[in-house]
């Protein structure tokens, strides 16, 4: 005869909010008010750090789609990049998760490829429902969205939008102030071929900081190139035969670029040519030489545009414009021009 074995049932406890709030030493309905955004106001700022360091002890996730049916909304926002494939994007989301994560919210990334159209078609579908708001990576907001929409802009400005961006012109200063202090006075630019705030504050610093040296910018090597590694390499074959001793790249992967091209022209950084980048992404250390570069919190970006979004939503009042800092890492690509 054979015997069947019972079958186990898992004893797996199911984290609610009723643990939460007994953890946290609340109510119930603090810990919902505390994860539907509605806590400003009407529960302290102490007891909503509280009840959010009991829920990540106890790995508790909020039911997004319970409480978008209770409460009429999604618990979702919206983050539009122009280009997913830059690394510096999957940061940003990294940075807007944590903190969504820490309000109850979820994050959906768009990619508009850099394509006017493709955006327009992206916001309408996400107009039909899915998301609360939107964080807007150089992405402009249609006028369909009007002043009751919650939205957040990064690395661009508009009258009646929070928005939050780096120190750009600030950044770029310190850059070419660096190669200026080495001795260098033969100082290209490869910029970005991009038209976006961030890029014109760095040309505009670029022109100043090199005006003050006592140098023309205008007869100084400057070449345009989309931000990829292959485009950044032709490019700066152009840069390179008008000899500059020195080149400031607009960002980490145009930074990338130039190293191929002063390799297959046998110029060896920083002895032959001192080269700084833009970001300070994670291969910036590993490549040879290390490269200098003005580094950018794209993490911190993401996690202020979601708690300017945060403070739209529960009416809190907060600066127009948040300025995040841009630093200069001087590594091994930066040095001394030859005599």
């Known amino acids: 005869m054979v015997a069947f074995r019972p079958i186990e049932r898992s004893t797996t406890h199911h984290v609610t909010s009723v643990d939460v709030a007994r953890r946290a030493g609340v109510s119930q309905s603090t810990v919902s008010l505390v994860f539907s955004g509605k806590g400003p106001g009407r529960v302290s700022e102490a007891t909503q750090e509280r009840v959010r360091r009991c829920a990540r002890e106890l790995g508790y996730r909020p039911n997004v789609a319970a409480q978008a049916l209770r409460l009429g909304h999604s618990r979702a926002v919206a983050l539009l990049v122009p280009d997913v494939t830059n690394p510096f994007f999957s940061r940003v989301l990294r940075g ?30 996400l107009r039909a429902g899915p998301v609360d708001g939107y964080l807007l990576f150089e992405v402009s907001a249609p006028e369909a969205l009007g002043p009751d929409q919650q939205v ?30 080495l001795g260098h006075h033969r100082i290209g630019h ?66 990338a670029g130039l190293y191929l091209a002063a390799r297959e022209r046998r110029l060896r950084i920083p002895r032959d040519l ?66």
């Not at 820490?102 to 327009?120: M, P």
């Not at 841009?326 to 091994?332: F, H, I, T």
Request: proline share 6%; charged share 25%.
């Open 96 to 125: 807007a998760q944590r903190a969504a994560q820490e309000a109850g919210y979820t994050v959906a990334l768009v990619d508009t490829a850099n394509d006017r159209r493709w955006e327009e078609q992206s916001f309408e579908a």
């Open 274 to 339: 001192s080269v700084i980048g833009f970001d300070d992404m994670d291969f910036a250390r590993v490549l040879e030489p290390p490269l200098t570069t003005v580094a950018l919190d794209a993490e911190l970006l993401g996690a202020t545009a979601f708690e300017l979004f945060e403070a739209q939503v529960s009416g809190r009042r907060k600066r127009a414009t948040t300025i995040l800092p841009a630093e200069l890492v001087v590594r091994g690509s930066t040095a001394a021009p030859r005599a």
């Open 152 to 181: 957040v802009l990064m690395e661009a400005e508009a009258p009646g939008r929070p928005s939050v961006r780096f120190d750009a012109e600030g950044g770029a200063a310190a850059a070419f102030a660096h190669l200026i202090e």
């Open 190 to 255: 490869l910029a970005a071929a991009f038209d976006a705030p961030t890029f014109h504050l760095r040309e505009a610093a670029r022109v100043r900081v090199l005006s003050e040296a006592g140098l023309d910018p205008d007869t100084l090597p400057r070449a345009l190139t989309p931000i990829t590694i292959d485009d950044a390499r032709d490019a700066a074959f152009g840069l390179l035969d008008q000899r500059p001793t020195a080149v400031l790249c607009d960002d980490d992967i145009i930074a």
